[in-house]
DNA sequence: TATGTTTTAATCGTGCGCAATTAATATGTA
DNA sequence: TACATATTAATTGCGCACGATTAAAACATA
């Protein structure tokens, strides 16, 4: 069909560029589609999903600076500030500035953001639940994609 | 330390409440970290993430409706809309109502949206070779996120 | 044919995500 | 101490995502 001495020219059948061929596309509709199954879990405690990783972060240490926080979440200051102070409205948690580094602001949970701490306990499970997945399945699952993030990084 | 016999009640160190334990981080943020790769690629052809995906549709497929088009990247109209109007003001593809049933509406390819095709036809490889990644982990990591896709349908 | 239901996009409002810029503070160094 | 540099958040602007609602068209069926 093709002369094959033609010169290289973009292949219009290119099969890479076949959605299904990418890695790329079920990496992002998964994750949106996983991020709408924490939903109506979520929505009962009034979170939203990145809500409840700053959350996780908290009940584990506490206080955290911004800074910190978006280390964590891989998350900026154009993300996490108006964020924070959404969440700041809502009683879950206090900014302020360190006093020993004033370009700091120091996020600190407060009572009414340790008291979503039982209710989201339960959440994790649920998923779980949810999915249905093998247990080694989800094991081998998380450790590729955390392989994935770290040659991302 | 504590009362083996006191009531169940929500384990403040729930280790399957630690962000490393969870699956869906990894997902969230290695899905986030995938598309800022894809960015600088995708600058140079003055296209977005999901614009790039819409045109991977529509060199495949020349005419789709956008119920077609939300079918295949799971998205609804609320999310195609403004992106697809976007896409015509920049001549890339144009839409119509069709004839047959004035409630769709046929997005079709454009001359100026053909041509990026030549250009786009090098950035799945330049990503493949960006990750680094062994074949075998990559087609593992796609199919297994393809199932868990299907679990959350 | 009339009418209730379903389908399809568009619209609206809210909350991310992120690049780029700005402003304040801290640090390093001559 | 002065001054250049680096660090940390905040701000701005834009483009998704998505739930909820609306409006028009098509369909089903009594």
Redesign the interface.
């Known amino acids: 069909m093709t002369d094959p001495a033609a010169p290289l020219?973009?292949?219009?059948s290119?099969p890479?560029?076949?959605?299904e061929?990418?890695?790329?596309?079920?990496?992002?509709?998964?994750?949106?589609?996983?991020?709408?199954?924490?939903q109506p879990l979520l929505q009962e405690l009034g979170l939203t999903?990145p809500q409840y990783?700053v959350l996780?972060?908290l009940?584990?240490h506490k206080e955290l600076t911004v800074k910190e926080i978006g280390e964590?979440?891989?998350l900026d200051s154009g993300t996490l500030t108006p964020l924070l102070k959404r969440m700041e409205q809502r009683k879950w948690l206090s900014r302020r500035r360190a006093a020993h580094d004033e370009r700091s602001v120091i996020i600190e949970l407060l009572p009414d953001g340790e008291a979503l701490?039982?209710?989201?306990?339960r959440v994790?499970?649920q998923?779980l639940t949810r999915?249905?997945?093998p247990n080694e399945?989800?094991l081998?699952?998380?450790s590729?994609?955390?392989?994935?993030?770290i040659?991302?990084?």
Do not use: I, V
């Open positions: 020219s973009p292949d219009p290119n890479m560029l076949l959605l061929n990418q890695l790329c596309f079920p990496l992002y509709a998964a994750s949106r589609m996983l991020t709408k199954a924490y999903y990783l996780l972060l009940w584990e964590h979440l891989l701490h039982g209710p989201a306990c994790p499970e998923m999915l249905g997945m399945d989800f081998a699952l998380r590729q994609l955390n392989n994935l993030l040659r991302l990084q």
